[in-house]
């Protein structure tokens, strides 16, 4: 029991470092973007990725389904851009990387793409929700 409680005390220490580190990169990638990173500019950017990113999530899982790759596509592209605007590198590769998957229709690479992005989600939407005033 005990060293269970110590793994998952590892497992959140690990997951506070890098909810520091995306919202280090936000307020950098802002600065550099557009010279503000105020906490107004922080707020808003930060609304319109969690707003936008559900609905695309959506149309990818949906595009899936249906072998809607262009579907995917879009969806991917516009989460790529929206996130690398914001400095999420890794995030925005990932989109990247399915965004390619379904221009050749890798099918078997585009459900696993998804699941992975879902899961990065998580720790940036709690990143994000930081700056929301």
Do not use: W
């Not at 998952?8 to 990173?37: F, P, R, W, Y």
């Not at 609304?47 to 262009?70: R, W, Y």
């Not at 890798?106 to 940036?124: N, R, V």
Request: aromatic fraction near 6%.
């Amino acid at each position: 029991m005990i060293q269970l409680d110590g793994i998952k005390e590892v497992k959140s220490m690990q997951n506070n470092l890098t909810v520091q580190q995306i919202q280090q990169d936000i307020k950098v990638a802002l600065e550099t973007v557009m010279g503000d990173s105020s906490p107004e500019m922080l707020d808003e950017m930060s609304s319109i990725f969690l707003e936008d990113a559900v609905p695309l999530f959506e149309q990818m899982k949906l595009g899936l389904a249906t072998s809607d790759f262009k579907a995917i596509n879009v969806a991917a592209h516009t989460l790529k851009g929206s996130s690398a605007t914001i400095g999420l590198e890794k995030f925005a590769g990932l989109c990247l990387a399915l965004e390619l998957s379904s221009k050749t229709q890798e099918t078997s690479k585009i459900g696993p793409y998804i699941a992975e992005l879902e899961t990065e989600y998580i720790t940036i939407e709690e990143a994000l929700r930081h700056f929301l005033l």
